[in-house]
């Protein structure tokens, strides 16, 4: 069975995950804009020409700016601003989402006072984990988006909450010109 994959965000750096896993040929890939007409340009031009110059998106690359359309998928793929994190996972839920969900963007999330923390900043883990209904994780660098995209040599760690998560992110986007290894940090199971 080919794995589903979703990468969610049009950027750089979505495009160039949504185009490495495209050329792997082992799962099918959706990226999602969020708006339909950026996604209809990406669709039509199969080029990304403002964050990628010069980059050809494969042909088995399928764009949609429907979020419901990417909702049944097996693996999501973030690649927003971190901020913006909490709100794509509430809009995937409203759409009924479930599949483990990893993200890209580096930083941190601002959050209120609760039981769990004092107000003030959180890793994204430390905010989706206990709302989402699946395992959660996050890839990083040390790696560049354009060097993804153009298939030079690069690679990216990956840790989550659960260490099936991890060995399954990891399969699908290790490749001939991407290394991935997986995180052993002791507050993420890996």
Same mark, same amino acid.
Request: charged letters at 20%.
């Given at each position: 069975m080919t794995t589903r994959v979703a990468v969610l965000g049009a950027g750089a750096w979505g495009t160039a995950l949504a185009a490495h896993l495209a050329r792997r040929g082992d799962a099918t890939v959706t990226l999602w804009a969020r708006d339909s007409d950026s996604a209809r340009t990406l669709a039509d031009a199969r080029r990304?020409? =403002?964050? *990628?110059?010069? +980059?050809? %998106?494969?042909? #088995? *690359?399928c764009v949609s700016g429907d979020l419901a359309a990417v909702a049944q998928s097996d693996l999501l793929i973030a690649a927003t601003p971190m901020a913006a994190l909490p709100e794509l996972a509430d809009a995937? *839920? =409203?759409?009924h989402a479930h599949a483990p969900l990893v993200w890209v963007s580096k930083g941190f999330l601002e959050v209120p006072a609760s039981a769990v923390w004092p107000a003030? +900043?959180?890793?994204?883990?430390?905010?989706?984990?206990? =709302?989402w209904p699946s395992p959660v994780g996050v +890839?990083?660098?040390?790696?560049? #988006?354009?060097? +993804?995209? =153009?298939? %030079?040599?690069? #690679?990216v760690a990956v840790a989550a909450t659960k260490s099936s998560l991890a060995t399954k992110v990891g399969e699908l986007l290790r490749g001939d010109t991407m290394r991935v290894m997986c995180s052993k940090a002791p507050w993420l199971k890996c």
């Amino acid at each position: 069975m080919t794995t589903r994959v979703a990468v969610l965000g049009a950027g750089a750096w979505g495009t160039a995950l949504a185009a490495h896993l495209a050329r792997r040929g082992d799962a099918t890939v959706t990226l999602w804009a969020r708006d339909s007409d950026s996604a209809r340009t990406l669709a039509d031009a199969r080029r990304n020409e =403002r964050y *990628l110059p010069g +980059v050809a %998106l494969p042909k #088995a *690359l399928c764009v949609s700016g429907d979020l419901a359309a990417v909702a049944q998928s097996d693996l999501l793929i973030a690649a927003t601003p971190m901020a913006a994190l909490p709100e794509l996972a509430d809009a995937l *839920l =409203r759409v009924h989402a479930h599949a483990p969900l990893v993200w890209v963007s580096k930083g941190f999330l601002e959050v209120p006072a609760s039981a769990v923390w004092p107000a003030g +900043v959180a890793l994204g883990h430390q905010v989706l984990e206990s =709302r989402w209904p699946s395992p959660v994780g996050v +890839v990083s660098g040390p790696s560049f #988006a354009e060097e +993804v995209a =153009r298939g %030079l040599p690069t #690679a990216v760690a990956v840790a989550a909450t659960k260490s099936s998560l991890a060995t399954k992110v990891g399969e699908l986007l290790r490749g001939d010109t991407m290394r991935v290894m997986c995180s052993k940090a002791p507050w993420l199971k890996c």
